[in-house]
């Protein structure tokens, strides 16, 4: 499978380019999606569109035995690229910072090699090819993209989903695996801490917000070390803090605004319950406060079984030592939606440009190595294929 995803690399450097080229926002992928569309189409596989909005679904088999389900995320970031590359961004202001360029076009490939392994007429159930909208972003009512798609049921009589993500900062080929728990909760929370504010010069008059913030902020920074098992990892971290205009007036409001990342569902409801706790400070010193907490994606498991499966595939494929089983981070992926609907994994295929510059996710000079591209097709396809021939399941 890896000498035929190695024969594709030249049409998959084209395909990641062109959608490279012209990166869409979530649920906007109107130009991705048809692209994705016509080349399932040309491969003779069927195809349904506008599941989940803007997402694709090709369907592999003869509808009978189990299937298992390959997704890749479609969507780009709101980021000004800074790139002389010829296939730079060609809308302003938007770009592939996160590598679901790669993704599509790698899941492209593998629906080329699967396509032509299902001649072989030995299949024993069906590979469902799911190219997802809006992973990067909720919409205004809380949806993301893979829920949306299984709400509009891209998941039914799905007995287990695969998927990579590209890793900009680990060297090309390198694969790593990791069971369990492997990206985190995110929620986001919002908090106003008010007093009476007042003259500089008269600071006992009034309730002094910036002084309560004195007092909440290093009980916010004590919940992980303080509150939570320190077996179960978690995050609490702040990335604004606004309030007054002048250094003679008091305010009477200050604006705050974090992150809180975990694993386990028990610890993201106590996190919640700790930080409201810490706000009420305010309370004893005067003030008040307004707390907003916002859910976002869960924590992505990762099924041993199916982890076992791909980690099977990949050593085979490369050397031993290019394996690694290791701890992916507290970072967030709207998969583990998909992983709680069907057993999954998600494997970080590493993909650094080797020239001594670090271009990270997420921001403006994002790239990664195209060499890789037909080894990630060849571990989902050779996946998928020894489960639909009954090797694994």
């Not at 909005?53 to 509808?63: A, D, F, I, K, P």
């Not at 995320?73 to 790669?102: E, R, T």
């Not at 998909?338 to 994002?366: C, N, P, S, V, Y």
């Amino acid at each position: 499978m890896l000498d035929k995803a190695k024969a594709l690399h030249d049409e998959l450097i084209r395909l990641r380019r062109d959608i490279h080229a012209h990166p869409e926002l979530g649920f906007q992928e109107f130009r991705t999606a048809a692209l994705v569309a016509d080349t399932l189409t040309e491969l003779g596989i069927d195809v349904k569109t506008s599941v989940g909005r803007t997402g694709v679904v090709g369907q592999l088999g003869n509808g009978d035995g189990p299937t298992i389900a390959i997704r890749a995320d479609m969507d780009a970031l709101p980021i000004l690229q800074k790139s002389d590359a010829p296939y730079k961004s060609q809308n302003k202001g938007v770009m592939h910072a996160c590598g679901h360029d790669a993704h599509t076009a790698m899941l492209l490939g593998a629906a080329h090699l699967l396509k032509q392994s299902l001649a072989d007429g030995n299949w024993q159930g069906n590979v469902r090819l799911l190219f997802q909208p809006s992973e990067e972003a909720f919409d205004e009512n809380g949806i993301s993209g893979a829920t949306a798609m299984i709400s509009d049921g891209a998941l039914e009589d799905v007995d287990a989903v695969i998927a990579l993500h590209v890793a900009s900062d680990k060297p090309a080929g390198q694969i790593r695996f990791q069971d369990g728990y492997a990206l985190a909760n995110v929620d986001s929370f919002k908090a106003w801490v008010r007093g009476d504010g007042g003259h500089g010069a008269y600071p006992h008059t009034g309730s002094d917000p910036l002084h309560m913030l004195s007092v909440i902020l290093p009980a916010i920074y004590a919940i992980p070390s303080r509150q939570i098992n320190p077996l179960r990892g978690c995050v609490v971290s702040l990335g604004e803090i606004s309030g007054g205009a002048a250094p003679n007036v008091i305010p009477n409001e200050v604006y705050l605004q974090g992150t809180i990342r975990s694993y386990h569902d028990d610890v993201r409801e106590q996190l919640h319950i700790e930080v409201e706790r810490t706000l009420k400070l305010a309370e004893q010193m005067g003030g008040s406060y307004k707390l907003q907490l916002t859910k976002g994606y869960p924590a992505m498991f990762n099924n041993a079984e199916v982890n076992g499966w791909m980690r099977d595939v990949a050593q085979e494929m490369v050397a031993e030592t290019a394996v690694i089983d290791t701890e992916f981070g507290m970072g967030a992926e709207d998969f583990a939606y998909m992983t709680r609907q069907a057993k999954g994994a998600m494997f970080m295929l590493g993909a650094a440009i080797d020239d001594g510059i670090e271009r990270h996710h997420h921001t403006d000079i994002f790239d990664i190595d195209e060499s890789v591209l037909p080894l990630g097709v060849a571990i989902l396809a050779e996946t998928a294929h020894r489960f639909v021939t009954g090797k694994i399941r």
